[in-house]
């Protein structure tokens, strides 16, 4: 293993003092670690908070800013933040008006983010849950941890970060999450796994006629081993993926602050049809070169086209990596006029800018 | 003869050891059905219960128990930060009041660490979880309630030792394993493994 790192142990450190060098407006706290906007909290607005392992760059703190998120919690290499660090940060962020904590469906996540919530509650801040779950290569939640949260996140932490500040309260920024999570699909491939550093090696070997398909963003291998031949095989396998394993029925659970509870909502995914809008997110999983995720784009917009899907806004590049895996993933967000709308919001980041 | 409050601070402290020992097997297995990282994230957090616990090395077994899950809690991250966290954090409360523990008292104490880790984790029996190692843990330490504690500690070594060995044919439905399938077929379960080892450096401290 050759990786630009001194000590294992210090990764994550020299990593959060790095990005607050290079954006002062953000401010890292140290134990327990977390960043928030130098402006937050911010007067009348829904505090959001995001978080999860690091090796996900620019995944959560790059979203820190201006129509975004207000804070983040990096946990350790892969490893899901701790509530104390969740606690700190959302009381960090809380202007009065609440937080609303967006969590990825991986159980790490969860069951952190699930004891945060509870230790907020009891402390007295107003505290609500989204869940993110849009990997479409997991079928079923019967024999699983249920769809894992992947790129969509990006997406979703866009549009809440614009309507919370358009003055969206706790309850109705809940609802919104529940619409833009259910209206997105994302699946994942690899052609080469990731070395997470503590491991020192790849986490598994790939022939170069073989692709991992299926991957979530920890550097396991997927949910099947395919065959490789070359860029549009695998573009059209994606797409077609997405598009079959639209239909999804699960249980979520959400925080009823009225109740003091956790309350369980059956949650349905809708099928993407023949003159759906979308927004296209292809992001690299780490180690793909831009060339090639333009030429996915490419692939991608053909395949929309035939089967009757416009593309109202992308982005290519890395948004939500495995470190170095070689991959890519493909999003589809359904969007509608409001989502759209909100999508198209100013936004300051160190990692998504446009309109400022 | 009963477990000694000092009998269950050398066994917290002994942990550090112990995961510093056995971090890389752990990452082993981890690797193969997860991403790498169970033995670092075990290991630091046992690490930080060793800085923390001589500060209440002379309080009751139940603040040695609550220290040691809280500070798991706030230390390893992962699913294995909660699940081990709840565990000696509910073990604590059954063990409030108690300067010693009676076979009986530690079955108890191991059953209501289990039933938590079960309530947060929402596991059932064959989900290849750390869970399919302690409830035959469990079990063992009730049955053994009239041994004496050596060999009620072995008797649930041994159960644990079984328990590792019936994850490996489980298929994962709980946690990041079991996005793999019928691929987690074949491996050993970190977290039930880890649990092995806490049930190992126990039977050491005596």
């Known amino acids: 293993m050759k990786k630009l790192i001194n000590r294992v142990e210090d990764i994550i450190s020299e990593v959060n003092q790095g990005l607050v060098a290079a954006h002062p407006e953000l401010r890292l706290n140290i134990d327990p670690t977390y960043l928030v906007h130098k402006d937050a909290p911010i007067k009348n607005k829904v505090g959001l908070l995001s978080g999860g392992g690091s090796g996900h760059e620019p995944m959560h703190s790059g979203y820190i800013g201006l129509g975004m998120l207000d804070g983040a919690c990096p946990g350790e290499m892969f490893t899901s933040p701790t509530p104390d660090q969740m606690m700190e940060c959302a009381m960090a962020i809380d202007s009065g008006e609440g937080v609303l904590m967006i969590i990825k469906n991986y159980t790490g996540d969860v069951l952190n983010f699930e004891t945060a919530a509870e230790l907020l509650h009891d402390a007295g801040t107003q505290v609500a849950t989204v869940l993110v779950d849009d990997d479409v290569a997991v079928k079923d939640s019967l024999y699983t941890a249920g769809r894992r949260g992947v790129a969509n996140t990006v997406l979703m932490e866009k549009i809440l970060g614009a309507a919370a500040v358009k003055g969206y309260t706790l309850d109705q920024l809940v609802e919104l999450g529940h619409k833009t999570n259910n209206n997105g699909y994302s699946l994942g491939v690899a052609l ?12 598994f070997e790939l022939p170069d006629n073989e692709m991992e398909f299926g991957v979530g963003i920890h550097g396991e291998p997927g949910i099947e081993r395919r065959s490789f031949s070359n860029l549009n095989n695998t573009v059209d396998q994606m797409f077609q993926t997405l598009i079959d394993n639209g239909h999804y029925e699960r249980v979520i659970r959400q925080w009823d602050r009225q109740n003091s509870c956790w309350q369980e909502h059956k949650q349905i995914k809708q099928p993407l049809k023949k003159g759906d809008r979308v927004i296209a997110l292809v992001n690299n999983l780490g180690a793909t070169p831009l060339s090639e995720l333009y030429a996915v784009y490419h692939r991608l917009q053909t395949c929309c086209h035939q089967f ?31 989502t759209l709308m909100l999508w198209d919001e100013p936004v300051n980041t160190p990692a998504l800018r446009w309109k400022c | ?38 033995g670092l994230n075990m290991n630091r957090g046992f690490q930080k219960v060793a ?82 190692v302690w409830w035959p843990v469990s079990t063992a330490l009730e049955n053994a309630a009239s041994q004496p504690l050596n060999e009620a500690i072995s008797a649930a070594v041994e159960a644990a030792k079984q328990g590792v060995e019936s994850t490996i044919p489980m298929q994962a439905r709980k946690g990041r394993a079991s996005y793999l399938g019928e691929r987690s077929i074949g491996h050993a379960d970190p977290g039930g493994t880890s649990v092995l080892l806490l049930m190992k450096t126990l039977q050491q401290s005596l």
Request: hydrophobic letters at 35%.
């Open chain 2, 51 to 132: 800085e923390k616990l001589p500060s209440v090395e002379d309080k009751d077994i139940a603040t040695l128990l609550k220290t040691t899950g809280m500070t798991l809690l706030s230390s390893v991250g992962g699913a294995s930060g909660p699940l081990f966290g709840t565990f000696f954090i509910k073990a604590a409360q059954s063990a409030a009041g108690k300067e010693a523990l009676s076979v009986a008292d530690l079955a108890e104490l191991i059953k209501t660490g289990t039933e938590g880790v079960v309530s947060r984790g929402k596991a059932e029996p064959n989900d290849k979880t750390m869970c399919d």
């Open chain 1, 308 to 338: 009757g899907l416009t593309i109202e806004r992308n982005l290519v590049g890395s948004y939500c990596t495995a470190l170095d895996m070689q991959g890519v993933s493909i999003t589809l967000l359904k969007v509608d006029d409001e």
């Open chain 2, 1 to 38: 003869m009963n477990l000694t409050q000092q009998q269950i601070y050398h066994w917290l402290i002994q942990c550090s050891q112990t995961f510093a020992q056995e971090q890389n097997n752990l990452t082993e297995l981890d690797t193969a059905i997860g991403d790498g990282d169970h």
């Open chain 1, 192 to 203: 080469h796994a990731c070395t997470v550093p503590a491991a020192g090696k790849p986490s």
